[in-house]
């Protein structure tokens, strides 16, 4: 009876880790879309700024960053460190994007897990939608999950299970 109870709590755990696994490759693509919104928006309000940096500092919104941090008012200075910010927010979020735009799956995996940017993570979760990509990758990934995660249960079961064994067989 423990052997069917063991059975069937692995094809259950085997289960739930291989549709998890198989959310990875979704909630990479929802944050890749978040994470491309954002950029959008970012850059759409550094081009008002470059759109200013044009008419009055020759295209250079370095230099208006500069007077405006030369400024004597608070206010003015304050606008320019507000430029400057989205300045290397959107070079970032330029930067993380096409870091997760790779060519191989294992490579943008690795680069997602690496280099999750955890606001733009917790803003997918929050509105996540649950899917089950039938893709190789998605497949793949789940599959690789779950038995790893099933070997890894079952190394953990034989390394609490060892030392009360050990104590048997002195007895």
């Known amino acids: 009876m423990l052997t069917l109870i063991n059975t069937i709590a692995d094809r259950c755990f085997f289960t739930i880790t291989f549709i998890l696994g198989v959310q990875l490759p979704e909630f990479m693509q929802q944050y890749q879309q978040r994470l491309a919104g954002?950029?959008?928006?970012?850059?759409?309000?550094?081009?008002?700024?470059?759109?200013?940096?044009?008419?009055?500092?020759?295209?250079?919104?370095?230099?208006?960053?500069?007077?405006?941090?030369?400024?004597?008012?608070?206010?003015i200075v304050s606008t320019g460190e507000l430029i400057e910010n989205l300045m290397m927010r959107t070079q970032y979020l330029t930067r993380h994007l096409e870091e997760l735009i790779a060519d191989d799956y294992l490579q943008s995996v690795?680069?997602?897990i690496?280099?999750?940017?955890?606001?733009?993570?917790?803003?997918?979760?929050?509105?996540?939608?649950?899917?089950?990509?039938?893709t190789l990758p998605a497949l793949a990934t789940g599959a690789t999950l779950a038995i790893s995660s099933l070997i890894l249960k079952e190394l953990l079961v034989i390394a609490v299970k060892c030392p009360f064994r050990a104590k048997k067989t002195v007895i």
Do not use: C
């Open 38 to 75: 954002h950029l959008s928006e970012a850059q759409l309000q550094l081009s008002q700024f470059e759109a200013i940096a044009q008419q009055h500092f020759e295209g250079s919104v370095v230099t208006m960053i500069s007077r405006y941090k030369e400024n004597n008012e608070a206010s």
């Open 114 to 134: 690496l280099h999750i940017d955890r606001q733009i993570a917790a803003g997918t979760a929050e509105q996540f939608a649950m899917a089950i990509p039938l």
């Open 110 to 112: 690795y680069r997602f």
